[in-house]
């Protein structure tokens, strides 16, 4: 498999924290290179190692937020 990049562009707050230090975060993050979206994942302390999660344009947030 080929190396995923990624840039956090702002990180915007952390949802929670296991007793590992693993935290879920929803930060702005551009992957690739690309338009950076939205991001919620589990990331390990120092954001060496991620788990899997979803990615939101900002008009996905906008109805999200319409949803909740």
């Known amino acids: 498999m080929a190396d995923i990049k990624y840039d956090i ?3 915007i707050g952390v ?4 007793a590992k230090g693993w ?3 929803i ?3 551009s992957w690739n290179g690309a338009v950076p979206k939205y991001d919620i ?3 390990a302390p120092e954001h060496e190692k991620m788990g ?3 990615t939101l344009t900002e008009d996905e947030v906008e109805q ?3 949803l909740i």
Do not use: A, Q, T, Y
């Open 23 to 25: 935290r879920k975060e």
């Open 52 to 54: 899997k999660g979803v």
């Open 64 to 66: 999200l937020k319409k």
């Open 9 to 11: 562009i702002k990180e």
């Open 27 to 29: 930060n702005l993050i």
């Open 15 to 18: 949802l929670s924290e296991n």
């Open 41 to 43: 994942r589990d990331w």
